[in-house]
Structure formats: structure tokens, C-alpha cells
């Protein structure tokens, strides 16, 4: 696993403890009452607050955003596949959503170069969304940070490349 899929798996990780943390929870009716992330209430959270309407990432990881796969025929194409809809805040959620089910679910990891360079351009375009979804609320955001690494706290969402360009 490269670095860059490491940041993005801990910062996804850390996001659904501090939601979960911070009173976005609900329980699995169908696990006896197992806690999971209340993702409705957050997306309608987040849509509410407004933070992410202008991030760029965001409409930059909407454009092109992670394809889904699927089991066809004995095979397992990846194809695209609608967020929900929503409006983008909801989406961008849903696409960060599909990039974790993708990294550990998906058999991502032994694409060609050309797949490889789109992946780590939505988890770049990915981790700005997260950073920005911390911060809109308090909570979330000191859930996030407390009992953090301090190293890892000051490199998790610093990535080398620019995103100025579009995705491929």
C-alpha cells in the first residue's frame, strides 16, 4: 500500500470514530444495536453548513468520481455508478464512502499505471473533502485531532502534488 493510501485509510478511519464520537451514530438494527455512522444526519450537517460548496476538490472529485465494481458474468468490472444525488455535499460524501469500500474492498491496488494515476488523484481530491468535513463541526473536528499522533497529525493531509490539473 502506498503512502498516499495509508493517509487516506487512516483519515477515513479517524472520520467515522470522530463522527461517531461526536453524536453522529446510530445503531444497526439488524446487529443488536452495533454503533455505526449516522451518514444521513452528517451529509444533512454538512450540506447545512455550507463549508464544502466552494472547495474545489470537491466539484473536481464530482466530475470523475470512483467507479464502483461490480460481479458480472463471473467477472468484476468496474463501471460508474450514480452518488444518490443530493446535491454535492451529499455526493462528495458518497464518493469518499465508495473510495473506502473500493481500497479495502475492491481489489484496487493492481491496476495499470494509467488506473493508478487516476486512483491516487481521488484520494488526493479525496482527502481535501475530509479535511474540510472535519471542520464543520467542533466536535467532529477535536474528536478528529485528540489522541492523534502529532507526526501523523501534521502530515495526514499534506500531499506533494498539486491539484491544479483535471482528473484523467
Known amino acids: 500500500m502506498n503512502l498516499l493510501r495509508l493517509k487516506f485509510s487512516v483519515a477515513f478511519q479517524r472520520l467515522e470514530y470522530a463522527l461517531k464520537e461526536a453524536g453522529y451514530h446510530r445503531p444497526k438494527s439488524d446487529q443488536n444495536d452495533a454503533a455505526e455512522v449516522d451518514w444521513p444526519r452528517f451529509k444533512k450537517a454538512a450540506n447545512a453548513s455550507g463549508a464544502t460548496a466552494s472547495l474545489p476538490e470537491l466539484h473536481q472529485l464530482l466530475m470523475d ?4 465494481q461490480y460481479s458480472r458474468d463471473g467477472a468484476l468490472p468496474w463501471d460508474a455508478a450514480e452518488l444518490g444525488g443530493g446535491g454535492s455535499t451529499f455526493e462528495a460524501i458518497e464518493a469518499i464512502k465508495r473510495m473506502r469500500n473500493n481500497l479495502f474492498h475492491g481489489g484496487k491496488g493492481n491496476e495499470a499505471a494509467h488506473a493508478q494515476e487516476r486512483s491516487d488523484k481521488l484520494l488526493q481530491l479525496g482527502l481535501a473533502v475530509i479535511e474540510k468535513l472535519i471542520t464543520i463541526d467542533p466536535k ?29
Do not use: C, R
Not at 468520481?65 to 464502483?68: D, N, S
Not at 467532529?140 to 491539484?163: G, M, N, R, Y
Open 65 to 68: 468520481p470512483p467507479m464502483k
Open 140 to 168: 467532529v473536528e477535536h474528536a478528529f485531532w485528540d489522541t492523534f499522533d502529532s507526526h501523523f497529525e501534521k502530515s495526514v493531509f499534506q500531499i506533494a502534488p498539486q491539484l491544479d490539473e483535471g482528473i484523467n
